[in-house]
């Protein structure tokens, strides 16, 4: 159980163009779920904490209008890259708590993006 | 803002060595949460620790938790291959947001 998926797995694009990002709780409801982004060999930065039918609740440093997160359902939250430039260039990994009130969270695979 | 340092930031064992991290925390936490990840892979939840002094074990691994909840360590007992990744702590206070720490980079020499 507490399986989280994400997609795509990867993603290459153009500089200027938008990516999205989605992350799924498949066996599981998911009220809240987190985005992390993850530079290579570091540690996990939060952006924004993604909660169900409202809005998402950023870090600081984190631009709303450039990461936009919509918590669409119990079982997914998207994340778009708006006007992606290289140094969004990262690993996006999406997490939500498991559900059966324990604090643990369960991460989604994550997603590599390179912005051209 | 809550900090939480973990060290060391590298490690390289012969395989058969014990392996150990520490993490620390700015301020007393609620629960301490170590993860798991391989490389090229995402953080898998390993344990979750909330007693004060608390000791938990999973096969050859010993999770601890300081008695002023501010600190925490992983052991790894005779590492094995399998072992190799990055484990990170990552610290709750209250109902705060998990802050990670930088993670430990075991690498194990055959």
């Known amino acids: 159980g507490a399986v989280v998926s994400q997609h795509p797995s990867w993603v290459i694009c153009k500089s200027g163009t938008s990516v999205k990002i989605e992350c799924r709780s498949l066996?599981?409801?998911?009220?809240?779920m987190f985005w992390y982004r993850q530079f290579p060999k570091q540690s996990l930065m939060l952006m924004a904490t993604?909660?169900?039918?409202?809005?998402?609740?950023?870090e600081q440093g984190v631009e709303k209008d450039k990461f936009l997160i919509n918590h669409a359902s119990l079982t997914l939250s998207t994340l778009t890259v708006t006007s992606a430039h290289p140094e969004d260039s990262s690993f996006y990994i999406c997490?939500?708590?498991?559900?059966?009130?324990?604090?643990?969270?369960?991460f989604g695979p994550g997603t590599r993006l390179t912005v051209l | 803002g809550q900090q939480v340092m973990q060290i060391p930031q590298y490690q390289h064992v012969q395989e058969g060595e014990d392996f150990t991290t520490y993490c620390n925390s700015s301020?007393?936490?609620?629960?301490i949460q170590w993860y798991k990840q391989r490389p090229g892979g995402h953080p898998v939840f390993l344990i979750q620790?909330?007693?004060?002094?608390e000791v938990k074990k999973q096969k050859r691994l010993t999770f601890q938790f300081g008695e002023a909840k501010k600190n925490s360590s992983l052991h790894i007992t005779a590492t094995q291959t399998t072992d190799v990744g990055t484990y990170f702590c990552?610290?709750?206070?209250?109902?705060?947001?998990?802050?990670f720490g930088q993670g430990t980079r075991l690498t194990i020499n055959p």
């Open positions: 997490s939500a708590e498991s559900g059966n009130g324990g604090d643990e969270q369960f």
């Open positions: 066996d599981f409801q998911a009220t809240t």
């Open positions: 993604s909660n169900e039918g409202s809005k998402a609740t950023y």
């Open positions: 301020t007393t936490l609620s629960n």
């Open positions: 620790l909330v007693k004060s002094g």
């Open positions: 990552a610290g709750q206070e209250g109902a705060q947001k998990l802050v």
